[in-house]
């Protein structure tokens, strides 16, 4: 067979195997097949632009992605004090820190192959994202193909350049960040803003193979900027033997040039720079122990309080809206600040027609910190709505009114310390904000608040559980859903009938149980059986030996799932639930571990070190334990260990097994994400 012809048939045959393996999940040869025929072509024709692609790409916001590495969020802190704490506290022992600014954009994920560029995907939820790749490719600094053939995934920040906002978009966004995200994700060019007119500001790197030989994150920083050819965020390395008070002089600096910074941003993130710290450190349920986002101080300004309306959340939590004259704080006009509850507004003693001074937490909540006693009419003058339009107000004065009765269901509120509450889970705007938050969590996109709120009204759902015997002729019958929308909904809640344990407790939509918190939780336990049979025996104790949970967040988990046995009861006959995934690495694998007794660390660093390894935590001594360790004063723990014949171990012994286990890992090769 001539070449040109073996070539031009290669060629086909990657682009036919490829689009079948990445956009429609159905291979139909093997991989090393397919590398064989790569191969091939790339002996034969190297420069074939078919070597150089990597599948056609869907729509942006058509795909969800699963991100191979959690895209997660960082701690946060606001002054000098958190700083402090940071470096004396949280990463005790850490030698060198970096810093990049936090920039205000939208997160972006750029995942190569072989050096090209082979998808780019939101953050969205940090464990799922959706793909941008179209859009992303316009962005004029993200390259298609890396100096190197490497396999990696590159982590970042798109903005957009101050100057452009002002010049092209000043009068259509009130901030640059909004336009990001809808560049990035727009279908069909439709959006607000050009993807061309954006950066890309590069923050993280991680490969999936064939790492660098590096031991600290500021040599990745400078590996992405020198060999791979991708711009990181600018850094600067703190060193010395009390770095948190450059950090501190360095967030001055931030402040003073933050006005005239080409890109909005909103803080510094300081990380630690040694990986091997890190490793050591390790991650809450929330947040990497080695991060911390420091955002700048809020900014503020004065407004007027209108009125006071009272909205009750999926929590049952009835809180207090202001609603404002319009006033621009911090880039945004803000006409509706939250007031918290009714402790804050007791604490405030603030009343209708008073002139307050509000601020934007973090440059995202607006929220009332200041009465200012009575406003006059020249307070409300001057101002005008975000779309442009003059604000015209009238003064009006008066006590703001604190209801007894929920403003969704009518029954009677009840007082819990600072907060009102309405308890009945029944309650409409209870069902239909946990709902919501059940779609949205699971991602069911064809099924959003309008729908819900239509579904409640003709009596089709009154729970969760009722959106699992929907029809199609229902959905179909609502004002709007033709035959195409009934069918994507329907779809979507077909879609969404299997899930893993993290996923279903996040869903349900708990205070305080965010996904983080949900997936510790779901490691704890592995099966929803287990959190069943514990909420019945009511001992939330035994959470708190989870990292990161408290006893406030056990006891509230615990009421929450015994407030909803009947609703689980129901969803276990719909879904299939998956045990949670656990680590089945490291010597203590398959083995339960009690701490007790006094320890030279910190009992929760011990069981973490446990965890690593492979351990489980239990907080109480029965017959399914494999090793108490004892410390000093061990008490009655030990004696139960004992009469019960279960291996006793000192804190020495422990730190003899996890030695031996850390070398058997250092003897093996590692790559960057063992950090």
Known sequence: MPEAERIQQLAEAVRYHRELYYNHAA???????????????????????????????PLPGTLKVEHMFPMMSLDKGTSDEDIVHFVTQSTTGGIQYLAQPKLDGSALSLEYIAGNLHRAATRGSGEKGEDVTLNAKQVANIPTRLNLPVDCHVRGEVVMPLAIFEEKYKHVSPNPRNLCSG?????????????????????????????????????????????????????????????????????????????????????????????AQRENLGATAHHPRWALAWKFPSQEANSVLLDVDWQTGRTGAVTPVARIAPQMVGGVTVENVTLHNVGEVERLGIRIGDKVTITRRGDVIPKIIENLGPASDLDLQGRTHADGSVFIGELITGEIQIPT??????????????????????????????????????????????????????GYVTTISDLYKLTHSQIASLERMGDKSATNAIDEIHSSREMALSQFLHALGMPRIGPEVATAIAQHFVSLDEIINWAREGEPDSLTSVDGIGDK????????????????TELISHLEISPEEVSDLGIFSGQTFCITGSLSQPRKRI?????????????????????????????????????????????????????????????????????
């Open 553 to 568: 967040v056990a006891e509230i988990f615990l009421q929450g799932v015994i407030e909803r046995l009947s609703l689980i």
């Open 27 to 57: 291979p139909e040869i093997s991989d090393a097949d397919f590398d064989s025929i790569w191969d091939e072509l790339k002996q034969l024709d190297p420069d074939n632009e078919v070597l150089h692609q990597v599948g056609p790409e």
């Open 405 to 458: 009765d929920c403003p969704a269901c009518g029954r009677t509120l009840t007082m819990e310390g600072a907060f009102l509450r309405c308890i009945a889970l029944d309650c409409d705007a209870r069902t239909t904000r946990a709902l919501t938050y059940w779609c949205r969590t699971l991602e069911m996109d064809g099924i959003g608040e309008k729908l819900i709120e239509a579904l409640l009204e003709r």
């Open 607 to 675: 069981q973490e070190l446990v965890k690593k390894a492979g351990g489980k935590i239990v907080s109480s001594v029965g017959p399914n334990l494999n090793i108490l360790v004892a410390g000093e004063k061990a008490g009655s723990k030990l004696s139960k260990a004992e009469s019960l014949g279960i291996e006793v171990w000192s804190e020495e012994q422990l730190n003899s097994q996890l030695t031996n286990e850390n070398r058997t890992q250092q003897a093996s090769p590692k790559t960057i994400f063992d950090y």
């Open 183 to 275: 560049a990035l994700r727009q279908k069909h060019g439709d959006g607000k803003a050009d993807a061309s007119d954006l950066i890309f500001c590069a923050y993280d790197v991680k490969f999936v193979k064939d790492p660098p030989v590096v031991t600290h994150d500021s040599e990745l920083l400078h590996f992405l900027k020198n060999s791979i050819g991708i711009e990181p965020a600018p850094w600067k390395i703190f060193s010395s033997s009390a770095p948190q008070k450059e950090m501190i002089e360095y967030t001055k600096e931030w402040i003073a040039k933050r006005p005239s910074y080409e890109f909005e941003i909103d803080g510094v993130v300081f990380k630690l720079d040694d990986l």
